[in-house]
């Protein structure tokens, strides 16, 4: 099982970018599916969350309105649209696909990880 995310890349503030994370060997579709970031010299954090059904999404308060979590079943892809982007959203970021069909942001209801993919922001 993999989880690969991708569309990272350097960004003027104001910008955006969207990121995709895609599985391979398993589909999540009966997962929730989240996204968390590692800015450099500090801890990983939650970002946003999404259900099973994608009925219900929760976003880290530094992100809302700003940002979109959404998923495609068709594809196994889960996306996550960053507008208006600061400085300090530069993090590597990660998606993760969590035990069960429902999660907020604690990293303990994530099982499965993918490689992060490299926003840099610049001022």
């Known amino acids: 099982v993999q989880l690969q995310a991708f569309g990272g890349g350097l960004v003027q503030a104001g910008g955006s970018l969207r990121l995709s994370c895609t599985s391979s060997?398993?589909?999540?579709?009966?997962?929730?599916m989240g996204w968390f970031r590692q800015p450099p010299g500090k801890e990983r954090e939650f970002v946003a969350a999404l259900t099973w059904n994608g009925a219900y999404k929760t976003y880290a308060d530094s992100v809302k309105g700003r940002f979109a979590i959404s998923r495609e079943y068709a594809k196994n892809a889960v996306y996550l649209q960053m507008n208006d982007l600061r400085p300090d959203d530069t993090a590597v970021y990660y998606c993760?696909?969590?035990?069960?069909?429902?999660?907020?942001?604690?990293?303990?209801?994530?099982?499965?990880w993918g490689q992060g993919t490299l926003v840099t922001v610049s001022s």
């Open positions: 060997g398993r589909a999540f579709s009966n997962n929730a």
């Open positions: 993760a696909a969590a035990r069960g069909a429902r999660s907020g942001g604690a990293q303990s209801d994530y099982r499965y």
